[in-house]
């Protein structure tokens, strides 16, 4: 019994002093934070090839044209997906409050440049995306 009241009083003064080095929780956001959308993209069988020219001879060169930065693009050798598309958000979380971001407007009005219209610059865009079974968003931080 005497041990088990010593113990009780080790635990009381440790949980106390514990208590006193604790310092107050308070509210703190990130310095700078680096937001990027990550996009995962998975093709129909035997259609990765004609998504990639469409993606070279317009997607890329709209981006060039429009003096907008290249998203980095990694391509799986295993896993459900056959790339990965990582775009830099340069308004940080901000950039999800815009319907068309002044970047999409310009990318948009050079694949309209490269299509010959903007009709046909959606067309291209709607084959691009029949030639795509499964496309997965996610929005991560750098740190």
Same mark, same amino acid.
């Given at each position: ?37 990550? =996009? ?32 980095? =693009? ?10 990965? =598309? ?25 694949? &309209?440049?490269? &299509? ?28």
């Amino acid at each position: 019994m005497r041990s088990l009241k010593s113990l009780l009083a080790l635990i009381f003064v440790v949980s106390g002093m514990h208590l006193m080095n604790a310092q107050e929780m308070t509210a703190k956001k990130y310095d700078n934070p680096n937001w990027v959308q990550m =996009v995962y993209i998975k093709f129909k069988p035997m259609k990765k090839d004609p998504a990639m020219g469409i993606i070279q001879e317009y997607f890329a060169q709209a981006d060039k044209n429009a003096g907008i930065e290249a998203p980095t =693009v990694y391509h799986f050798v295993t896993g459900d997906y056959d790339m990965l =598309v990582v775009w830099e958000m340069e308004e940080g979380i901000e950039t999800l409050n815009y319907e068309m971001t002044p970047n999409d407007a310009k990318w948009m009005n050079e694949m &309209a440049k490269l &299509a010959g219209g903007q009709d046909k610059a959606m067309a291209k865009m709607n084959e691009f995306f029949n030639y795509v079974e499964a496309w997965n968003n996610s929005l991560a931080r750098k740190e």
